[in-house]
């Protein structure tokens, strides 16, 4: 019998409504009891004093590579960057080569993830074959090999027809339709977003438009299919006013947020510097404003890292050649604490639920919370331990990132995963 014991941190689990100084016992993998003073008899002991001990966090929106594209990122090198990012569950989007459109590919990466993976990997399947945007993707045999959701992630439906369909067969799963929202003839040829700045720089726009015109298109079908709807990234303020409308109406409509689209917008781009090229691009200061907003009132239900690996060779080109995506799973809560936590727009409690019960319910993942009985999945993270990111450390297998050398305020210090120490400090 195994048995840990989280010690005297401040443990908070918003689905039991607990925020207070306690102990955490696990044993043989699972949430055996929390409270004060148990019993540490033969147990290992983590002395959590001063520390935020909470749910293991979920990234429900990642880039693993694998297969196809391993020299950017594997299945085990992004769950080695998500423990130390202090994430224990983590759902890589289908857009791997092949792509994940049928079940021998959902086998292939659980199979992976089972021997490989240090974080429980929940992995989310194409919504069209190849996600080319015509035939619906084999969505019964990937739910049943394991697929949590359907994507085309990395590109949109553009075909309304198609999306309907999809819908309407996902509903019958019980699986969210996550959409990548870009208009691609709005976007077609854009590099930045369109502003100010890209005017400035010569650089060609990618306007807000092309996000909100297809959450629009979405928002109707779902009330037409009584699908559940999710948006991915969501990075432009229309787009959180009409997700915001159509959950006051009702409708099973949801979105995550990225770090880098609250954190950063348009203007503090460094220019031509390929690590501020991602998709949706990074927006203007009031798009970025009203993204922190929806994650304070609700509208926006989870914060997501869309982890987009690249390895250097593709991102050293010029800024209009390079791919668009940067790494996120190890700056996440800093970014989080750093822009929401410190500053007063959310509390520690809601920024747990927003890693945590937040995507797991979007999801349908039995995960979230240290009830008695749940999986021994725990984050432990500091609200000011003071370091920095040294990108050239990171697990991850490439280094496209912004925030290399930027010094930040808290951020994790351990994660466990079925009972047992992954990554700490
Ligand atoms: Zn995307």
């Known amino acids: ?67 196809g594209f391993e020299h950017a990122e594997t299945i085990e090198s992004g769950a080695r960057a998500a423990a130390a990012g202090g994430f224990t569950s983590i759902c890589p989007m289908p857009n791997t080569s092949p792509v994940n459109d049928n079940a021998t590919v959902t086998s292939y990466i659980v199979e992976r993830a089972s021997r490989l993976a240090c974080v429980n990997v929940f ?11 015509e035939e619906l993707a084999a969505i019964g045999s990937m739910k049943q090999a394991g697929i949590v959701a359907i994507s085309d992630d990395g590109k949109p439906v553009m075909n309304a027809r198609v999306m309907r369909r999809a819908m309407e067969y996902a509903a019958g ?47 109707l079908l779902a009330e037409l299919t009584g699908a559940r709807y999710h948006v991915a990234h969501i990075s432009a303020r229309h787009s959180v006013a009409m997700v915001r409308f159509a959950r006051h109406r009702g409708l099973p409509v949801t979105c995550e947020a990225t770090p880098h689209h609250f954190a950063l917008h348009d203007c503090e781009m460094k220019p031509y510097d390929s690590n501020y090229k991602m998709k949706p691009p990074l927006r203007h ?63 520690v409690g809601k920024l747990v639920e927003l890693f945590t019960t937040g995507p797991a319910g979007i999801l349908s993942l039995n995960r979230g919370t240290l009830a008695e009985g749940a999986p021994g999945d725990v984050t432990i993270f500091s609200l000011d331990r003071e370091w920095t990111y040294d990108v050239n450390k990171s697990f991850s297998k490439s280094r496209n990132s912004p925030f290399h050398g930027h010094p930040f305020r808290g951020g994790p210090v351990a994660t466990i995963v079925k009972g047992e120490f992954v990554w700490r400090i």
């Not at 992995?123 to 945007?133: D, F, H, Q």
Request: net charge negative.
């Open 1 to 67: 019998m195994s048995r840990v014991v989280i010690a005297n941190g401040r443990v908070i689990d918003p689905l039991s409504k607990l925020d207070g100084v306690a102990d955490v016992a696990m044993v043989d993998g699972r949430i055996a009891q929390v409270g004060r003073d148990l019993d540490r008899t033969g147990a290992e002991v983590f002395d959590a004093a001063g520390l935020i001990v909470a749910p293991g966090f979920i990234d429900m929106h990642v880039h693993l590579r694998e297969p």
């Open 123 to 133: 992995p989310i399947g194409a919504i069209t074959k190849g996600s080319l945007g």
């Open 173 to 219: 799963f019980g699986l969210p339709v996550i959409n990548h929202c870009e208009d691609l003839h709005l976007s077609a040829g854009g590099d930045m977003h369109e502003g100010q700045v890209s005017t400035r720089l010569g650089l060609r726009g990618i306007p807000s438009a092309s996000e909100d015109v297809m959450v629009a298109r979405d928002l």
């Open 285 to 347: 200061s009031s798009d970025a404003e009203a993204v922190a907003q929806g994650l304070a009132d609700g509208t926006v239900g989870a914060i997501a890292t869309d982890h987009a690996p690249h390895p250097g060779s593709e991102k050293m080109q010029e800024f209009e050649k390079c791919p668009f995506g940067i790494l996120g799973l190890e700056t996440a809560l800093g970014l989080a604490l750093e822009h929401l936590v410190h500053p007063g727009r959310i509390t």
